[in-house]
């Protein structure tokens, strides 16, 4: 995407990431004015804002350019149908029923006369004059191509370098060697405290400031922290890169079928060494458990689920595990997003042990050296807990595990 659109817009959009990054610390540290800022205030004050609508203006008449916008906004509007599809699919009541068939209808009527002339009337030209501060149409269009920017160039999972915000700020208070560089992963030390709130972060107590937590829910931090109490463990997890700074405070604002396979049967020895579960309505969601000596693997892929440029992600859950005096104890877990290409997920779907591989394996979170029962006080079963934190089709969790 850089190539389309050039150095003078590109150099604007990484300005803007840097910003958001600059607001997001502002809100944690509690300096609320500074987030206020948006898109069109960066573009008022920067000093080439000619040249940059300029540059819009030509490539709008490029072929190349029109074709890669219409894809974008194409991608979008399917994605918006498949979600509705899976709310209407799953609602008990008629009248959702019906208001998510008519939004789905009308979605489709709007794919069927896309073309580049109605995009630039319709979601261009009409906004500028309802959005405040919009002084040009191009502006509007401009706002949708930083959107494709971020989500092509960076998507979701953001890759760790050394030299990040995050790095930088560790080692200038003589925090070396805390994220790993195969992973990613942030090492939590034991004397901080994690924090189960919105986005779960973690309290360093010698800096008085936050480490804000990705990719991990708040139940999950919670369970975490609860071991914690009782347990002695490694823990690494997936930190925000670039969102970090001195005083960042808590301020934050079906049916299925079973494949092949066995269910759970009380003992993790007993699971079966392949098991394939399925969503009755979405035939291609499939759970996936695989069972040799001491790890299990569990893989959830949707067959509309995630992609990220351009590949398909799935979500992997992989636990170790020993049994002494007749109990069972989890000695590693850990949480990852995996990743396929086209032929890739093609092969995935007839050889069910085929690994995604198109890019490294996204950690979110891993737990060494544990011995955590795996059936805790309250009889409550850990994995169990680690998998609906995390999967989508929980309720494939759901009949796995008999619940």
Same mark, same amino acid.
């Given at each position: ?181 195969? =992973? ?5 030390? /034991? @004397? #901080?405290? %994690?924090? &189960? ?8 107590? !010698? ?69 394939? =579960? ?5 035939? /291609? @969601? #499939?759970? %996936?458990? &695989? ?8 893989? !959830? ?103």
């Amino acid at each position: 995407m850089k190539q389309l659109i050039g150095e003078t817009i590109t150099s604007f959009f990484e300005t803007c990431r840097k910003k958001e990054f600059e607001n997001e610390i502002s809100l944690y540290q509690g300096r609320r004015g500074a987030y206020r800022e948006k898109f069109v205030d960066w573009l008022k004050q920067t000093d080439n804002r000619e040249e940059i609508l300029s540059t819009i203006s030509e490539l709008m008449d490029s072929k190349e350019f029109q074709n890669f916008v219409l894809e974008q906004v194409r991608r979008e509007r399917i994605e918006n149908i498949r979600e509705l599809t899976r709310k209407q699919l799953t609602t008990d009541s008629e009248t959702e029923y019906a208001c998510f068939d008519i939004q789905i209808k009308n979605i489709k009527r709007l794919l069927d006369v896309l073309n580049w002339d109605w995009y630039v009337e319709n979601n261009c030209k009409s906004l500028s004059g309802i959005i405040p501060l919009i002084e040009d149409w191009k502006w509007v269009l401009l706002s949708s191509l930083y959107g494709y920017y971020k989500k092509l160039e960076y998507g979701q999972f953001l890759t760790y370098t050394e030299g990040c915000p995050l790095d930088r700020y560790l080692h200038l208070h003589s925090y070396h060697g805390l994220i790993d560089n195969h =992973y990613g992963l942030l090492k939590i030390k /034991n @004397d #901080w405290i %994690l924090k &189960s709130v919105i986005p779960p972060r973690v309290f360093v107590p !010698e800096l008085d400031t936050h480490i804000i937590l990705r990719h991990i829910s708040m139940d999950l931090v919670e369970m975490i922290a609860e071991w914690r109490k009782h347990f002695k463990f490694d823990l690494s997890i997936r930190p925000d890169y670039n969102v970090c700074g001195d005083g960042l405070s808590e301020i934050g604002a079906i049916c299925e079928e079973k494949d092949f396979g066995r269910s759970y049967g009380g003992k993790l020895t007993t699971i079966d060494s392949l098991s394939k =579960y399925y969503d009755r309505d979405w035939l /291609n @969601d #499939w759970l %996936l458990v &695989s069972h040799e000596g001491q790890d299990i693997t569990f893989e !959830e892929i949707l067959e509309d689920g995630p992609h990220d440029q351009d590949h398909y992600v799935t979500q992997i859950v992989h636990m170790q595990f020993e049994e002494s005096a007749g109990q069972e104890f989890i000695t590693h877990i850990d949480h990852e997003y995996a990743f396929y290409n086209e032929p890739g997920i093609n092969v995935k779907r007839s050889k069910l042990q085929t690994k995604g591989e198109a890019r490294t394996r996204y950690k979110t979170f891993k737990i060494d050296n544990a011995h955590i029962p795996y059936m805790n006080e309250a009889n409550n079963n850990v994995l169990y807990k680690v998998l609906t934190c995390y999967f989508v089709k929980g309720a494939l969790v759901d009949e796995y595990f008999m619940v």
